[in-house]
């Protein structure tokens, strides 16, 4: 199973990019030990549609294009539900076992995700009450991954 970061909008070169990048690479670098793939980062262009409806139903096409079918699908929308480190582990780890072909951790555009896509989803969960910027939520995303693979390999990286 892959682990997938799906995100509307491209970041550009900087220290936000870095960032994930890096949190991705620590991701990818121990996936292989917990019985994962691998771990990607997909990123679509965000639509030019004017009307806001349109550009979320555009890029929730473009992005259930990225989706393997049979993959598992977190929507990271303002919505969502708090989940622990640890619950967001375990539910990797669940999806891995029951054979997923993917788990796609999916952030929306500025106009947050159509309606369909979120309730499609497997879970749909925040990173707390407060709105964040995009790069920082894809920052917080990829660290999130790599957690989670550190908390499923029983890594000391994550403390309690």
Not at 85 to 112: K, M, N, P, Q, T
Not at 131 to 136: C, D
Request: charged share 30%.
């Amino acid at each position: 199973m892959r682990l997938v970061l799906a995100c509307v909008g491209r970041l550009k070169a900087g220290p936000e990019r870095e960032i994930a990048t890096r949190y991705l690479m620590r991701a990818a670098a121990g996936a292989r030990a917990i019985g994962l793939t691998g771990v990607d980062l997909r990123e679509i262009d965000e639509s030019r549609s004017r009307r806001p409806e349109d550009r979320r139903v555009e890029e929730a096409k473009a992005l259930r294009a990225l989706i393997a079918p049979g993959a598992r699908v977190i929507a990271l929308d303002e919505r969502g539900g708090a989940l622990t480190s640890e619950r967001f582990a375990a539910d990797i780890g669940r999806a891995r076992d029951a054979g997923a072909a993917g788990y796609v951790l999916a952030i929306g555009g500025a106009d947050g995700f159509d309606p369909e896509f979120r309730e499609s989803a497997h879970l749909t969960i925040a990173f707390g009450a407060m709105t964040w910027p995009h790069q920082l939520a894809r920052i917080m995303a990829a660290e999130q991954l790599y957690r989670a693979t550190t908390i499923l390999a029983g890594h000391p990286y994550h403390r309690a």
